[in-house]
């Protein structure tokens, strides 16, 4: 009998061992995953679109990837227009691609609608297809320390390089 009571204990240490080391990686991956932040996208646009509601079109340009509720469209409590760079490039603060269109609809505008328009009223909405100039993405904010000032010295110097041009 004694010598089952030690296996029963060795095997319950063993299983308590077992369950402390598979904690482990799922905590490092939490932690991980909090670390992460966004990706900084910066552009320019054919015309002034500062105001607009963008969406994203598929790349045939012939159907809606995604569009924002009227209570999507803000930034931290804010509506979420993108921020004004040097040489005419903004920062975006909404999550655009190189698919991008643009809304006739203004930010507050939109933001005011009583409920999120159907594909069809945001395709009669469009103010341009294709108004992306030049797109990249300059990798994660996280790894800024002052995003504008460091995004404006590359911008006025001309340095793209380390950014990935989407457009």
């Known amino acids: 009998?004694?010598?089952?009571?030690?296996?029963?204990?060795?095997?319950?240490?063993?299983?308590?061992?077992?369950?402390?080391?598979?904690?482990?990686?799922?905590?490092?991956?939490?932690?991980?995953?909090?670390?992460?932040?966004?990706?900084v996208i910066i552009y320019q646009t054919n015309d002034d679109y500062f105001m607009h509601v963008p969406v994203e079109l598929s790349e045939d340009k012939k159907s809606l990837v995604s569009y924002p509720a009227p209570g999507d469209v803000f930034y931290k409590g804010d509506l979420a227009y993108p921020v004004r760079l040097e040489g005419n490039f903004l920062l975006d603060r909404r999550g655009i691609g190189p698919q991008t269109a643009f809304l006739k609809w203004t930010y507050y505008e939109y933001s005011r609608l009583a409920k999120t328009p159907s594909q069809e009223e945001i395709f009669k909405m469009m103010l341009d297809k294709n108004p992306i100039k030049v797109m990249y993405d300059c990798g994660r904010q996280s790894s800024f320390k002052d995003l504008e000032q460091e995004l404006n010295a590359k911008i006025l110097a001309g340095d793209f390089s380390g950014f990935k041009q989407l457009k």
Do not use: D, H, W
Request: net charge positive; hydrophobic share 45%.
């Open 1 to 39: 009998m004694r010598s089952y009571s030690i296996f029963v204990l060795f095997l319950s240490f063993l299983g308590i061992l077992t369950a402390c080391k598979s904690k482990a990686p799922v905590e490092k991956s939490r932690n991980q995953a909090m670390v992460s932040s966004p990706r």
